[in-house]
């Protein structure tokens, strides 16, 4: 058998067959596909979603990432796109979360954007609907909408005691990189990490940046059989 982290990778914002490639090469144990969002980088089209899911390797989990609010519509997306997980990114009612959960095959994760107290509220409503939870840095509520993809931190603190009482596992993201995701894994023990911004030069995937981000993960989550 093949050797695991025992911190899961997701690397989001995967443009491309080359990107998606890179990724995998990399053990990558999850990819993130973007569809339209309000703000944020990574956005690609549902026909190259649905293509690049089809590419995917089994054994690497395809999360859609989907602004949608609406059972109806998260669901039609799902089905459109063929992935394996559906990564709300907004924060929805929670029985949308079970909905969504009772009418598709797909795992549903609940993004949480880790700021006020209510986050740490909604953090605990979604847990009992969804098959996990995703932390991240947007302001869901602000004037101009950020859903992800922020390149910024939040109060790991917060996140940590998200991760302890959680009965799902629970990713971590926002402004995530080789220089600081040792502290993170350390401060919060997340099920996985996730990123964007902290893997890409220009915009695109940089193997090395990518290399050096899941050496750090391993450094800091020491492999196991």
Not at 46 to 56: E, F, K, N, Q
């Amino acid at each position: 058998m093949g050797r695991e982290a025992v911190v899961r990778v997701k690397i989001c914002c995967i443009a491309s067959e080359e990107e998606l490639a890179l990724a995998v090469e990399a053990g990558a144990q999850a990819v993130g596909l973007v569809s339209d969002m309000p703000s944020g980088p990574g956005v690609v089209d549902d026909v190259l979603i649905t293509r690049l899911a089809g590419l995917t390797p089994p054994g690497v989990s395809r999360f859609l990432l989907t602004s949608r609010l609406d059972v109806e519509g998260i669901v039609a997306h799902v089905r459109l796109t063929g992935v394996d997980v559906v990564q709300i990114c907004d924060h929805v009612d929670p029985a949308v979360l079970s909905a969504v959960r009772e009418r598709t095959s797909a795992r549903v994760v609940a993004v949480v954007h880790v700021g006020d107290p209510s986050s740490l509220q909604y953090a605990s409503a979604a847990a009992r609907h969804a098959h996990a939870l995703l932390l991240d840095s947007g302001a869901p509520g602000a004037d101009f909408k950020e859903l992800g993809g922020t390149g910024r931190t939040h109060d790991w603190d917060v996140s940590a005691l998200i991760v302890a009482e959680s009965p799902v596992p629970v990713w971590l993201a926002g402004g995530l990189n080789a220089d600081n995701v040792g502290e993170a894994i350390a401060k919060v023990r997340p099920f996985g990490v996730d990123l964007c911004t902290g893997v890409r030069t220009g915009g695109r995937l940089d193997p090395q940046k990518l290399r050096s981000f899941v050496a750090a993960v391993r450094a800091a989550a020491p492999e196991v059989r």
